[in-house]
T-cell receptor
Framework: AQSVTQLGSHVSVSEGALVLLRCNYS??????LFWYVQYPNQGLQLLLK??????LVKGINGFEAEFKKSETSFHLTKPSAHMSDAAEYFC?????????FGSGTKLNVKP | GAGVSQSPSNKVTEKGKDVELRCDPI?????LYWYRQSLGQGLEFLIY????????KSGLPSDRFSAERTGGSVSTLTIQRTQQEDSAVYLC??????????????FGPGTRLLVL
């Protein structure tokens, strides 16, 4: 069975600080991994995805994530938070045409 | 071009009534997915279509839920005899192809269903 765990339903950082959103997954086979972002009053959109090429994946808006097989993790980072990064972030696993999402992490950015 | 659209955006119904939720995918997208997002929960995968075919319906929560897709385009999710626990946001997504879980999905804004 597949599952995705996102540690921390709410994360708050100051503008300019490091953003770290955690995601751990369980999968019986090497998965495809995704981060989606949902801005207020908008639909989910892809931030980045891992598809077994480079383990460090760069996405839009300066975000990146590193696939660590030994830790079954796919944490999302951004060196310097911006006010516009305030949103809800979802980690997801894709396998055999099904997708499993974490419960989401709401990022708050303080001025 | 137009994105994925869903209608209605909000639906309030009484317990026991049937509801239909509609999804218009991006034109030309082969794959279509339905999800349910309950308050404070992640997205729960319900069903996907490849063309008009749904290879796996095991994600549907009960036999009160059904979905169809016609003409390789519009899809309808039907919930019969609604219950209060059906209250959630129902999201639809589409993708150009089915690729075993690698594909990027494009999401609609969702339908917020409230069962009284």
């Amino acid at each position: 069975a597949q599952s995705v765990t996102q540690l921390g339903s709410h994360v708050s950082v100051s503008e300019g600080a490091l953003v770290l959103l955690r995601c751990n997954y369980s999968s019986s086979v090497p998965p495809y991994l995704f981060w989606y972002v949902q801005y207020p009053n908008q639909g989910l959109q892809l931030l980045l995805k891992y598809t077994s090429a480079a383990t460090l994946v760069k996405g839009i808006n300066g975000f990146e994530a590193e696939f660590k097989k030994s830790e079954t993790s796919f944490h999302l980072t951004k060196p310097s938070a911006h006010m516009s990064d305030a949103a809800e972030y979802f980690c997801a696993v894709g396998n055999f045409n099904k997708f499993y999402f974490g419960s989401g992490t709401k990022l708050n950015v303080k001025p | 071009g137009a994105g994925v659209s869903q209608s209605p955006s909000n639906k309030v119904t009484e317990k026991g009534k049937d509801v239909e939720l509609r999804c218009d995918p991006i034109s030309g997208h082969t794959a279509l997915y339905w999800y349910r997002q309950s308050l404070g929960q992640g997205l729960e995968f319900l069903i996907y279509f490849q063309g008009n075919s749904a290879p796996d319906k095991s994600g549907l929560p009960s036999d009160r839920f059904s979905a169809e897709r016609t003409g390789g385009s519009v899809s309808t999710l039907t919930i019969q005899r609604t219950q209060q626990e059906d209250s959630a946001v129902y999201l639809c997504a589409s993708s150009p192809v089915v690729r075993g879980g690698e594909e990027t999905q494009y999401f609609g804004p969702g339908t917020r269903l409230l069962v009284l």
